[in-house]
């Protein structure tokens, strides 16, 4: 099992940034992929970015490749999403997920935290 908790989302200016955390409990925590997706009003839930456990290999969706970065901290069982240039499309809420390594289904979800992008 493992508890996830995001937060670091708030209101910021166009070309801004923010540092989004996700703290997850358990003595695993290493041995899951992390993800964070985000969900828009009136849109699907939508990928970001994940990394992976053990060699740490990230993938991003193409709208945010260059301007976020996604990394992990297994001491302190902490995954961040630093997110750079913002833009107001990037409003949303955002949530981090966890998956064993080697399953394709992200199994725990937080509660989410919200980013606003203002124009």
């Known amino acids: 099992q493992v508890q996830l908790v995001e937060s670091g989302g708030g209101l910021v200016q166009a070309g801004g940034s923010l540092r989004l955390s996700c703290a997850a409990s358990g003595r695993t925590f290493s041995m899951y992929d992390i993800g964070w997706f985000r969900q828009a009003p009136g849109k699907e839930r939508e990928f970001v970015a994940t990394?992976?456990?053990?060699?740490?290999?990230?993938n991003y969706a193409d709208s945010v490749k260059g301007r976020f970065t996604i990394s992990r901290d297994n001491a302190k069982n902490t995954v961040y999403l630093q997110m750079n240039s913002l833009k107001p499309e990037d409003t949303a809420v955002y949530y981090c997920?966890?998956?064993?390594?080697?399953?394709?289904?992200?199994?725990?979800w937080g509660q989410g935290t919200q980013v606003t992008v203002s124009s």
């Open positions: 990394i992976t456990s053990g060699d740490s290999r990230t």
């Open positions: 997920a966890a998956r064993l390594h080697s399953l394709v289904t992200y199994n725990y």
